[in-house]
């Protein structure tokens, strides 16, 4: 069965509820990338306080909030790339629920108690996590050619890079992502990190896999079908074999490996629907921020995607239920397959 995480999920909006659980990093309403002035003008506390001054609450304004925040993500309990100084309901939310992990009342208010909690449990933040102008890790690994081509589309677009789209992680690519990052008021840095590709996808459009690539991804592997398969278009995919399938009349189109779920997550088996897709998704219901690039989604959260842990660790892992691809280029193209309303199959 599903955890109960995901069948509560179902219980709500669902449209909604994914956009609001999982998050991207463009849709209105979602947190805004700071301005440049905003980013300089951020206060930051004078010293990292072992005893607290006061209780931390809702709606108050503290330098030491930001802190709070800071720590709180290093912790994974607040999925936010950007520190304030408001205490929010993002926040007392995230305070709750490390309340009720580390047998704390949950009152929502940071009180020493919990201070010296959190502080064994994180980390003194940095000047530049403080600031908002820190290097994050890159939002999808350099390693994919894929994702380096659409990089480098996306920074000639925005005026910063000349040269070809060949997916080389190159000189002229890193000063473009220098270039860029300075053009956007954020430190100078070859890395593009989460809060540097939110702004450059927020001012270019995503190619289109035609002007990247070719042809289609190279398929030399093989999947034994299910029946369910045989017919129309569907997406097939096989716990058992760890493998996933395009198929059209059933013939396989594409094939690839796949992960599924860890120990304790479950990857559920039927016959399912295409209910919603968004090639920019942020998962954020554990507590941290994780790219889902061409999230397809079958299952209220439970989603076909592109997944850096699977292309860097394997099978050393796994996900907390979605179907997931180690290849940027494979997952592209297979987002520009589909449609709402197409079958997805999973079986053992």
Not at 133 to 139: I, L, M, P, S, Y
Not at 220 to 245: E, F, H
Request: glycine share 6%; net charge positive; with cysteine.
């Amino acid at each position: 069965m599903i955890r109960r995480r995901f069948a509560s999920f179902l219980n709500t909006g669902i449209v909604a509820g994914v956009l609001a659980t999982l998050g991207t990093v463009l849709p209105a309403g979602s947190t805004a990338a700071p301005t440049t002035a905003a980013i300089h003008a951020a206060p930051s506390p004078s010293a990292h306080l072992a005893v607290l001054q006061h209780p931390l609450r809702y709606k108050m304004e503290s330098p030491q909030v930001r802190e709070l925040q800071i720590r709180l993500r290093h912790a994974k309990y607040l999925a936010a790339y950007d520190a304030n100084d408001r205490f929010g309901q993002q926040t007392r939310a995230a305070v709750e629920k490390f309340q009720r992990d580390h047998d704390l009342k949950p009152t929502g208010v940071v009180d020493q108690k919990t201070w010296d909690v959190l502080l064994a449990k994180s980390r003194a933040p940095t000047a530049a996590e403080l600031d908002n102008t820190d290097v994050g890790a890159w939002f999808t690994s350099p390693t994919q050619a894929g994702y380096v081509m659409e990089l480098q589309h996306r920074l000639k677009q925005a005026g910063a890079y000349q040269g070809p789209i060949n997916g080389a992680l190159d000189h002229p690519t890193q000063a473009a992502i220098a270039a860029y990052r300075r053009k956007v008021g954020l430190p100078a840095s070859d890395v593009m990190d989460e809060r540097t590709w939110a702004r450059l996808i927020g001012e270019t459009r995503s190619p289109r896999y035609a002007q990247l690539f070719d042809a289609p991804p190279a398929s030399t592997l093989t999947q034994a079908l299910d029946t369910r398969c045989l017919t129309g278009k569907v997406v097939c995919i096989s716990k058992r074999q760890k493998k996933m399938s395009y198929v059209v009349n059933g013939q396989a189109q594409l094939t690839r490996a796949a992960r599924f779920s860890r120990p304790g997550y479950d990857s559920p088996v039927g016959e399912f629907r295409i209910w919603y897709m968004n090639q920019d998704t942020i998962s954020k219901i554990f507590g941290e921020r994780t790219p889902m690039p061409y999230a397809i989604f079958y299952l209220g959260n439970v989603a076909i995607h592109y997944s850096d842990d699977f292309a860097r660790t394997g099978y050393a892992s796994g996900s907390h239920g979605c179907s997931q691809l180690n290849d940027y280029q494979s997952a592209k193209w297979l987002y520009e397959q589909v449609k709402v309303g197409d079958r997805v199959v999973v079986y053992d």
